[in-house]
C-alpha cells in the first residue's frame, strides 16, 4: 500500500507535492480545478512542468487527480451532460499533462431513469475522456454512497460500464472504504473484505483496480449517507484494517479524504493511523 492523502493544489498545482511530504505522505490526490465551479483553472506550462520536477523531488510514488463534483455523465440534461463531458475533459488534460497515475471521477446520478436508461450518455462522455487518456494516466470510476440514483452503488454498476465499453486499456476503478460500507459492505469484516477482492476480480478484474479511498464512516451500515469521518473515529474504527491487509489491495495508492484534526484535510496523525492500520495482522 502507498499511503497517501488528498491535498490542497492551491496557490500552483505544484504546491500539492510539498503538502503531501510535509503529512508524511507518499501518495497524493489533488483538484486540478475548483471542485465546485464549471470553470476551469488555467494552468501555466511552467506549473505543470514544475509539479512533474517537485513530484521527484518529494517522492511522491502515486499522484491521483479527482475529477469535480458537479459532473454528472448520466444527466439527462443536455447543457449539464456537456458541461460534465467537458469538465472531465479538462481534468484529464491537466492530469495527462502532469503525468499523473489516474483521474477519478464520480460517474453520477442517473435521477430516477435508471443505469440502462443512461448508459449511452455515459459511455460517450468516458470513451471521450479515455481518448485524452494517455502516458501513465488511467480514468477510474468511483463506487458511490448509493443515494439517489448514483451509478457506481455496486460493483456489477461499474462491471456493466467497463463491459459496455469494450473493456478499454486505461479505465479502472477506485474502491472507496465509507462508500462501500454506507452501501452495505463490511470493509471491517475480513471475509466480506474476501468476497469483495473476489467480486472485483470476477467482474472486471483486479488489475483494473487502481486505487483505494481510505476513510471512515460516520453514518451506520448501509445508510447510503455519504460522511467521511477521521480513521479510528467512525463507525467502522480499527476494523478498517482488514479493507487494507488484504492482499488483493496491496500496493496500490490509497487515499485520506478525511476530515482531519483541524476539519482542513487529512494531516500527518491520520497517514500515521493509515499506516499502523495496514500494518495490523488478522
Ligand atoms: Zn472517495
Ligand atoms: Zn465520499
Known amino acids: 500500500m502507498i499511503a497517501g492523502a488528498h491535498v490542497s493544489s492551491s496557490g500552483g498545482i505544484y504546491r500539492a507535492t510539498e503538502r503531501a511530504r510535509e503529512i508524511d505522505a507518499d501518495a497524493l490526490q489533488l483538484f486540478t480545478q475548483s471542485p465546485r465551479a464549471w470553470r476551469p483553472t488555467d494552468h501555466k506550462p511552467e506549473a505543470l512542468a514544475r509539479f512533474r520536477d517537485d513530484r521527484i523531488k518529494q517522492r511522491i510514488d502515486a499522484v491521483v ?72 494516466t488511467w480514468l477510474l470510476l468511483e463506487n458511490s454512497a448509493g443515494a439517489g440514483g448514483t451509478i457506481g452503488r455496486s460493483l456489477s454498476e461499474l462491471a456493466t460500464i467497463v463491459h459496455r465499453l469494450d473493456r478499454p486499456p486505461r479505465l479502472g476503478v477506485c474502491l472507496d472504504s465509507c462508500h462501500l460500507w454506507v452501501s452495505g459492505i463490511d470493509v471491517g469484516d475480513p471475509d466480506t473484505v474476501e468476497r469483495l477482492a473476489q467480486e472485483v476480480d470476477t467482474s472486471f478484474g483486479l488489475d483494473r483496480l487502481r486505487c483505494l479511498h481510505v476513510n471512515d464512516a460516520l453514518a451506520g451500515l448501509g445508510s447510503n449517507r455519504d460522511r467521511h469521518a477521521n480513521l479510528l473515529d467512525g463507525e467502522i474504527g480499527e476494523r478498517l484494517s482488514a479493507f487494507l491487509t488484504n492482499d488483493a489491495f ?12 483541524a476539519g482542513k484535510g487529512a494531516d500527518a496523525a491520520e497517514v500515521s493511523k493509515l499506516r499502523s492500520l495496514a500494518r495490523r495482522n488478522w
Request: with cysteine; hydrophobic share 50%; aromatic share 2%.
Open 65 to 136: 487527480c479527482h475529477a469535480l463534483y458537479l459532473i454528472n455523465l448520466a444527466s439527462p440534461d443536455p447543457d449539464i451532460w456537456a458541461k460534465s463531458r467537458t469538465a472531465l475533459l479538462n481534468t484529464v488534460d491537466v492530469a495527462t499533462a502532469i503525468e499523473a497515475d489516474a483521474v477519478v471521477v464520480h460517474v453520477g446520478s442517473h435521477l430516477g431513469v435508471g443505469l440502462d436508461a443512461a448508459l449511452p450518455r455515459v459511455c460517450e462522455a468516458l470513451s471521450d475522456a479515455l481518448t485524452g487518456c494517455d502516458g501513465p
Open 250 to 261: 496491496a500496493g496500490m495508492p490509497a487515499i485520506l479524504e478525511t476530515p482531519g484534526a
